[in-house]
């Protein structure tokens, strides 16, 4: 089988959500036979990321985003009457290289990455691949995710900002459902996802049309507390730690929210309790707050997040906005840490419960279920097992990547 896979961003090294799972989909692409890549990229790929990708594809295409002039895009988009999304993602010179490829090549399956790059395919008329058959991974549905950042914007003087997260989620969802008319299959990242799409989706689409839920996996070996290069690691008494891309909206505000909210209550009760705040690019307001807030420790970009991970007595994830499946869920779970997660950020979970990992939604529940696991080590003993249980029984890659291929080989 040839396949074309196209993403929003360079799928190597596999250091966040969306990059993860792009990464492990072309693993497996690259089995099925081969494969071809078209990707952007917002900072020059390390060699050893060329080096990995070239391996697996017969071909890259790989053009910078242009980070600079990103958001003059999204602007002119917006004002055009498209999504900021699209204007994000517009590369004059990447349609140019991706028609050659299209006109030059027949594939025997598309595979797209995210809604933002679907309007590239517009180009498909008159081209070898015309008639190939288009599978969407839509990962979550972004939509959503503005209408959700509307909800939370609060005060007249935001009403402009308002506007634009609702403008944004009304758009993309049009773009959503236009989507579900022209391709031939789609996937999302939970059930969850699945049925919220054909909710407002149903009516413009054919009732046997495809779209599954194919979620996100853990690499439980790398994942794994017990690797002899962690052997050295100890847990510090009273130490949190929050993993997650440090330049992303919802992570950035969920730690705010999370230092202003629960930090100084539990630091009243344990003075020695702080939190580590690990990620790649942090955003000003995230340095800003570890250099006025006692105990919130920067640790920003890292080679390896596992060793904070292991040190931590507690993994906190106080998304106030998410969609989908979150890998730092996972993985704070594979490596047999204590969780207390949001409610959103549990949604998609098989096993979203008090045995696996705690749910806390109010910043008393917060405290009170932080409080009792920093005073109870068994508590903590207890979640760290059943956390480690569930990923291996219920998110390793191989099940998932099974049902990826499965889809795209049930399409003949």
């Known amino acids: 089988m040839k396949i074309l896979f196209i993403t929003h961003r360079f799928p190597h090294p596999p250091n966040r959500g969306d990059s993860i799972r792009s990464f492990h989909f072309l693993e497996r692409f690259s089995e099925m036979g081969t494969v071809h890549l078209a990707t952007l990229y917002e900072q020059e790929p390390a060699p050893e990321s ?20 990103k958001w003059f895009r999204a602007a002119k988009a917006l004002a055009c009457g498209k999504t900021m999304t ?6 004059r010179r990447f349609r140019k290289q991706l028609r050659k490829l299209l006109e030059t090549e027949k594939f025997d399956r598309i ?6 790059m679907f309007p590239y395919l517009k180009m498909m008329a008159g081209t070898r691949n015309e008639e190939t058959p288009i599978v969407v991974d839509f990962v979550d549905i972004d939509s959503q995710k503005w ?31 236009e989507i579900g008319r022209r391709a031939s299959a789609l996937m999302a990242v939970t059930a969850e996802e699945v049925a919220l ?5 149903d009516d413009a689409i054919p009732d046997e049309f495809r779209i599954s839920a194919v979620p996100n996996g853990v690499d439980t070996e790398y994942f794994d507390a017990t690797r002899t290069e ?28 999370f230092a202003e909210n629960v930090l100084p209550v539990l630091r009243e009760r344990f003075p020695e309790c702080e939190l580590d705040v690990v990620g790649s690019r942090p955003v000003a307001a995230l340095q800003h707050l570890a250099e006025s807030t006692e105990g919130v420790n920067l640790i920003g970009t890292v080679p390896d997040v596992r060793p904070f991970l292991k040190r931590a007595s507690v993994a906190v994830i106080p998304l106030q906005v998410a969609r989908g499946l979150q890998n730092k869920v996972l993985e704070a779970c594979a490596m047999s840490r204590p969780v207390v997660a949001s409610v959103c950020a549990a949604e998609g979970i098989q096993k979203a419960c008090e045995t696996d990992f705690c749910v806390c939604e109010t910043p008393e529940k917060w405290v009170e279920t932080l409080t009792e696991l920093m005073n109870n080590s068994e508590r903590r003993a207890e979640l760290c097992v059943a956390g480690r249980k569930m990923v291996e029984e219920n998110y390793s890659w191989a099940t998932q990547l099974g049902k990826l291929e499965t889809l795209l080989r049930g399409m003949d």
């Open 197 to 201: 799409y054909r909710s407002f989706a």
């Open 50 to 69: 060329v080096r990995v990708l070239d391996e697996l594809c017969a071909g890259v295409i790989a053009c910078p985003w242009g980070k600079r002039r």
């Open 111 to 116: 595979v797209v990455f995210c809604s933002s």
């Open 86 to 91: 699209e204007g994000l993602f517009f590369k």
């Open 230 to 257: 962690l052997a050295s690691v100890a847990e510090i008494p009273g130490r949190m730690v929050f993993v997650g891309a440090l330049d992303y909206h919802a992570n950035v505000d969920g730690v705010l929210w």
């Open 147 to 177: 209408f959700d950042y509307a909800d939370k914007v609060r005060g007249w003087m935001n009403f402009w900002k308002k506007w634009v997260f609702r403008t944004e989620g009304q758009r993309l969802r049009r773009l959503e459902v």
